[in-house]
């Protein structure tokens, strides 16, 4: 008898086990829902009484973001002054590193735990839309017309994807140039370069490449690097519906602004350690004046202001390309709404007050540049923004499409073909224009 | 023998109720197992017969085997489990070759041995993520110390040596990564088997007249050899799954995806390119081949030595 009793707790336990894993992994989501709703139900019967009387229940939103130190504090703010505003809503903010946030997010949405808000990088937006992810706003919410008409059209652009916007933009940035005063001065040169040619010129005169000392350098090969150079030259990467990549990466424009770096590299004014080989950082080499011109973000300014304090930051436009015009590429991120939100009016609320003119201030002193065009030259902003805003006005997206990353790494192995004379400028490019197309037409 | 047969005799299921207690006990780690382990195994498979759609996977498309000849058809795949093959031929034999030599040292009496065996074991505690980062920074070109020796000090190269833009020298610092961290570990799985040696064996020896490496190959080598067995064995499927220094080193298989191992380009197309029928067809093309070249290993090594 015991025996048997003994079998029959195991097969239960078994049973129980397989059940709650048959659960989790929504195979049975009928059963849940109705387990879920009768309890509720109940609970709802139980504390209507209760209810009637005392605060109503607050609302928990989460909202996933990367953001740095400087700008969780200024977060922390930000959701005081909208819990002060909503008190049925309570937002809970989680910092996932960069790299780990895309794995995080899929991860989450595969177990159907997502967030209910997030911020993500512009890049990511389309890829998780069009996996159906993500709440396309311009159905959703409500006079988010009103909203995108006081932004800048560049970030708001990479929202919108098939038709619709999936998301806010919540803030922005651009690359510009920047340069080492103290270089130029002491090879004769007083002001910046203003055209590409200028650029050029005075990268080759500022180089040393005996000393590892170069004009100019970059970051990597992928393509948010060559991208302000390859903006201003007046290259593309498709053309504007994304139907196809030839005549366009591989068109003569194109064409021109990486063979200019790739000449650059070949006559040392660029530095080697582009490819990859573990050079000296950017912000390091410009103050200790191995490189004299550099191509970053706004971050640069606070950084070099706290590693380098003696150090003079200097930023300027990026050079004007041959059809005199100066261009850039655009960076930031954008807030969205999960599709597996349970919440979706509150979390609407919190994505409109985020692109309200306070929260976009309050994160905006930190070095996140507000979308708002409203809040341009606004006192609270850091000096050092006007520059980047003006960037901004002829700053251009980067493809927004879901197979970007691929494309990316397209684009990254071509550079490197033709940096390590593998292939000629134009032959990588033909090449990576095909493999583009390839992954264009899949979708 | 009587007890042993009298169970053998008996059906699975009698087994079974013979030894409830047991199976009852093993319950809490058999849930763990199935619930953590054996479902997420199943699940990956099913995903690699399909073009797997993450937000509605009842809206995924069935493929058959394509995802797997899509992997094996793959240039970027093949340089990959290259990558990866060579690294299980340098690091296994390498440890294997180190930590014997580290153990037999440890085992002498010499002054210091415990603060040597837990300096050689500090290696295996240290997190991979900052000895990869170590490892980066003494053969990053401009500023390495690799290269100040090689050029500065030695004077044997003219040119900087550009280690980690190269797909074929920055293996040279994963591999030395992947030797230096374990040796530590196999070393004390060795000591422990050397001090399972009957010291009188190696009287005995020194009275016939052997000298150290007689003693070695002819006494210390066979006796321990299960252990050695084991450790072929555990470092190989270690080595096929080197991850997090191919990762850092090589910011995932650049230049031009030619530094890959199996596992980076695993992750890469799963959770930056989101094919996710591409990435668990990996992984199961992964475990195939680690259990295939287990089983030769065991099959091959395996051989009982009496004395």
Same mark, same amino acid.
């Given at each position: ?26 195979? &049975? ?10 309890? &509720? ?59 780990? %946030? ?41 006079? %988010? ?137 950017? %912000? ?130 071509? %550079? ?28 | ?307």
């Amino acid at each position: 008898m015991k025996e048997k009793l003994l079998i029959w707790i195991a097969v239960l336990i078994v049973s129980v086990f397989m059940g709650t894993i048959f659960w989790l992994s929504g195979c &049975a989501p009928s059963a849940e829902e109705t387990a879920f709703e009768t309890s &509720a139900v109940q609970e709802t019967e139980a504390e209507t009484a209760e209810a009637k009387e005392s605060v109503v229940e607050k609302v928990a939103i989460t909202y996933w973001h990367t953001m740095s130190d400087a700008e969780e504090v200024a977060l922390k703010k930000v959701i005081e002054m909208f819990e002060e505003q909503y008190p049925n809503i309570k937002i809970e903010p989680t910092r996932v590193a960069y790299d780990d %946030f895309k794995p995080a997010l899929l991860t989450g949405i595969a177990g159907e735990v997502v967030p209910d808000t997030a911020r993500l990088d512009i890049i990511w937006v389309p890829e998780f839309a069009e996996m159906g992810a993500l709440v396309a706003l311009d159905k959703e919410m409500e006079g %988010f017309d009103e909203i995108i008409a006081n932004t800048y059209p560049g970030p708001t652009s990479t929202n919108f994807w098939k038709g619709h916007y999936y998301g806010l933009p919540q803030d922005t940035n651009t690359q510009v140039l920047v340069w080492n005063k103290q270089m130029f001065k002491e090879a004769g040169l007083s002001e910046p370069p203003q055209t590409i040619d200028e650029f050029v010129e005075y990268a080759t005169l500022l180089s040393n490449p005996d000393e590892e000392v170069y004009g100019y350098t970059m970051g990597g090969t992928y393509f948010w690097a060559p991208a302000p150079i390859f903006y201003a030259m007046g290259g593309e990467i498709t053309d504007p519906e994304i139907t196809t990549a030839t005549g366009y990466i591989n068109g003569e424009k194109s064409v021109a602004a990486y063979q200019l770096l790739v000449d650059m590299y070949k006559d040392g004014s660029l530095s080697p350690y582009v490819l990859g080989g573990g050079g000296v950082g950017a %912000f390091e080499g410009l103050a200790t004046s191995k490189y004299a011109m550099i191509i970053e973000d706004p971050w640069a300014y606070p950084i070099l202001k706290s590693d380098y304090p003696e150090f003079e930051v200097n930023f300027t436009l990026v050079p004007k390309g041959p059809d005199g015009t100066t261009s850039s590429v655009v960076g930031g991120q954008n807030v969205v709404i999960f599709e597996g939100s349970q919440h979706k009016d509150e979390a609407i609320e919190w994505a409109k007050f985020l692109l309200s003119e306070e929260a976009q201030l309050t994160i905006g002193e930190t070095g996140a540049i507000p979308t708002l065009t409203t809040v341009q030259g606004n006192e609270r902003l850091p000096e050092y923004y006007d520059v980047f805003m003006e960037q901004l006005k002829t700053a251009k997206a980067r493809l927004p499409h879901p197979k970007w990353s691929e494309i990316d790494n397209v684009l990254n192995n071509a %550079f490197q073909y033709m940096l390590r004379g593998e292939k000629t400028v134009q032959q990588a490019l033909d090449d990576a224009a095909e493999e583009i197309n390839k992954l264009i037409v899949e979708g | 023998m009587k007890v042993g047969n009298e169970i053998l005799n008996k059906s699975f299921f009698k087994k079974i109720l013979k030894s409830k207690g047991a199976y009852f006990l093993l319950l809490p780690g058999m849930g763990l197992f199935l619930t953590f382990i054996l479902f997420p195994l199943i699940y990956s498979l099913r995903m690699s017969f399909y073009k797997w759609n993450i937000v509605n996977p009842g809206s995924s498309e069935f493929v058959g085997f394509s995802n797997y000849v899509k992997v094996i058809n793959d240039p970027i795949f093949i340089r990959a489990a290259f990558n990866t093959i060579v690294y299980a031929l340098m690091t296994v034999p390498g440890q294997i070759l180190f930590a014997l030599m580290v153990a037999i040292l440890l085992e002498q009496k010499i002054r210091g041995r415990t603060f040597f065996r837990v300096a050689f074991y500090i290696t295996v505690i240290t997190s991979w993520v900052i000895v990869t980062l170590v490892f980066e920074y003494l053969f990053s070109g401009q500023a390495g110390l690799v290269n100040f020796v090689l050029k500065d000090v030695l004077h044997l190269v003219n040119e900087k040596i550009m280690w980690l833009a190269n797909p074929i020298l920055v293996m040279i610092p994963l591999n030395l990564l992947g030797i230096w961290k374990g040796v530590g570990w196999s070393a004390i799985i060795f000591l422990a088997a050397l001090q399972n040696i009957p010291p009188e064996l190696y009287e005995a020896a020194i009275i016939d007249g052997a000298g150290i490496w007689q003693k070695i190959t002819k006494i210390t080598l066979p006796l321990i050899r299960p252990t050695l067995v084991f450790l072929v064995v555990v470092l190989t499927i270690g080595a096929f799954n080197v991850y997090i220094s191919g990762l850092l080193m090589t910011d995932g298989g650049n230049p031009l995806d030619l530094s890959h191992f199996i596992l980076t380009l695993m992750y890469k197309k799963t959770f930056t390119y989101l094919d996710f029928g591409y990435g668990s067809a990996t992984s199961y093309l992964l475990a195939a081949f680690i259990f295939m070249i287990s089983v030769i290993q065991i099959k091959l090594l395996r051989r009982r030595v009496e004395y």
